[in-house]
C-alpha cells in the first residue's frame, strides 16, 4: 500500500528542508501519546499534530551531537541515513538558533573515526563518552537487557545489550524511562524492542528522510519487522 505512493513528487522530497527538532522555552506536552514533557523538552512540530516527543517522531533513538566541530557534524551527517536540526529559541537574538544535530549513533562513531588525527576531535569523544556513561543506570540496563532476552531468546545479546541502553537513556523521554518500562512491564520491553527493529533493521530510516509519511513507512516495513521479531523468538520457519 505504502508502494503505492512513491512518486517522482515524493523523489524530489528527498532534498527539502531538513527535519527540525525544537528545544522548548515553555510547558510541553506531547499531541500524540499527551505525556506531560516539561520545560526546555524536545519536540518536533507537526502541523496536522502539534507538538511531538521525541519517541513519537520515530526519533528518540538518534543521539545528539553539539554544535562546534564542523569536520565531525559534516561527515557524521553525511554517514547517517535520518538526521534531525536542533534548535532553540534566542531571547536576546530573537530568533532559532542551531545547537546541534541528531544522528544516528553508528554515523556518528565513523565521523569521529575519520576525525581520530585531530586531538579535539579525540577529546570530544572522550567528553560525550563520559557523558553517556553518566545517563545510564547500568544495573537498569542489565535488568532491562535481561528483560529483552528473556522475551527474544535468539536475540544475540550484545544487540539485546545496545537495545537497553538506547532505551533507558535518561534524558529524551524514551521508551525505557516511563513508569511500565522500569517495572519490566512486557509491553514496554517489546516496544523498545520493535522500535530497534524498525530503525536498525529495515528501511524505515531511509524512508522518513525520503519524505515518507512515518504510518505508510511503517507499514512498508512491518513484514520486515514481524520477521526479525519471529526469528529471535525462535519462531522463524526456517
Same mark, same amino acid.
Given at each position: $500500500?505504502?508502494?503505492?505512493? &512513491?512518486?517522482?513528487?515524493?523523489?524530489? $522530497?528527498?532534498? =527539502?528542508?531538513?527535519?527540525?527538532?525544537?528545544?522548548?522555552?515553555?510547558?510541553?506536552?506531547?499531541?500524540?501519546?499527551?505525556? @506531560?514533557? +516539561?520545560?526546555?523538552? &524536545?519536540?518536533?512540530?507537526?502541523?496536522?499534530?502539534?507538538?511531538?516527543?521525541?519517541?513519537?517522531?520515530?526519533?528518540?533513538?538518534?543521539?545528539? #551531537?553539539?554544535?562546534?566541530?564542523?569536520?565531525?557534524? =559534516?561527515?557524521?551527517?553525511?554517514?547517517?541515513?535520518?538526521?534531525?536540526?536542533?534548535?532553540?529559541?534566542?531571547?536576546?537574538?530573537?530568533?532559532?538558533?542551531?545547537? +546541534?544535530?541528531?544522528?544516528?549513533?553508528?554515523?556518528?562513531?565513523?565521523?569521529?573515526?575519520?576525525?581520530?588525527?585531530? @586531538?579535539?576531535?579525540?577529546?570530544?569523544? !572522550?567528553?560525550?563518552?563520559?557523558?553517556? =556513561?553518566?545517563?545510564?543506570? #547500568?544495573?537498569?540496563? @542489565?535488568?532491562?537487557?535481561?528483560?529483552?532476552?528473556?522475551?527474544?531468546?535468539?536475540?544475540?545479546?550484545?544487540?539485546?545489550?545496545?537495545?537497553?541502553?538506547?532505551?533507558?537513556?535518561?534524558?529524551? +523521554?524514551?521508551? +525505557?524511562?516511563?513508569?511500565?518500562?522500569?517495572?519490566?512491564?512486557?509491553?514496554?520491553?517489546?516496544?523498545?524492542?520493535?522500535?530497534?527493529?524498525?530503525?536498525?533493521?529495515?528501511?524505515?530510516?531511509?524512508?522518513? $528522510?525520503?519524505?515518507?509519511? !512515518?504510518?505508510?513507512? !511503517?507499514?512498508?516495513?512491518?513484514?520486515?519487522? !514481524?520477521?526479525?521479531?519471529?526469528? &529471535?523468538?525462535?519462531?522463524?520457519?526456517?
Amino acid at each position: $500500500m505504502a508502494q503505492s505512493k &512513491w512518486t517522482p513528487v515524493n523523489q524530489r $522530497m528527498s532534498k =527539502r528542508e531538513d527535519l527540525k527538532v525544537f528545544i522548548s522555552s515553555r510547558e510541553s506536552k506531547c499531541d500524540e501519546c499527551q505525556e @506531560e514533557l +516539561g520545560s526546555k523538552a &524536545w519536540i518536533m512540530l507537526k502541523e496536522e499534530k502539534g507538538a511531538l516527543c521525541l519517541s513519537c517522531a520515530d526519533l528518540d533513538h538518534l543521539v545528539f #551531537l553539539p554544535s562546534g566541530d564542523a569536520a565531525v557534524t =559534516r561527515r557524521a551527517r553525511k554517514h547517517s541515513t535520518l538526521s534531525a536540526v536542533v534548535l532553540k529559541w534566542s531571547k536576546a537574538r530573537k530568533r532559532y538558533e542551531r545547537q +546541534g544535530l541528531l544522528v544516528e549513533e553508528p554515523a556518528l562513531r565513523q565521523a569521529e573515526i575519520e576525525c581520530l588525527a585531530d @586531538e579535539d576531535a579525540r577529546t570530544q569523544r !572522550r567528553i560525550r563518552e563520559a557523558d553517556r =556513561r553518566a545517563e545510564l543506570d #547500568l544495573a537498569y540496563v @542489565e535488568r532491562f537487557a535481561e528483560a529483552v532476552r528473556q522475551l527474544y531468546p535468539k536475540c544475540p545479546p550484545e544487540t539485546a545489550k545496545s537495545i537497553a541502553e538506547h532505551a533507558c537513556t535518561k534524558y529524551s +523521554g524514551r521508551v +525505557g524511562r516511563s513508569a511500565a518500562a522500569k517495572a519490566l512491564d512486557e509491553q514496554a520491553v517489546r516496544l523498545a524492542v520493535v522500535a530497534h527493529v524498525r530503525h536498525v533493521e529495515t528501511r524505515y530510516d531511509r524512508l522518513l $528522510m525520503n519524505g515518507w509519511d !512515518r504510518v505508510d513507512a !511503517r507499514v512498508s516495513v512491518e513484514d520486515t519487522v !514481524r520477521s526479525v521479531l519471529a526469528k &529471535w523468538q525462535g519462531n522463524a520457519g526456517s
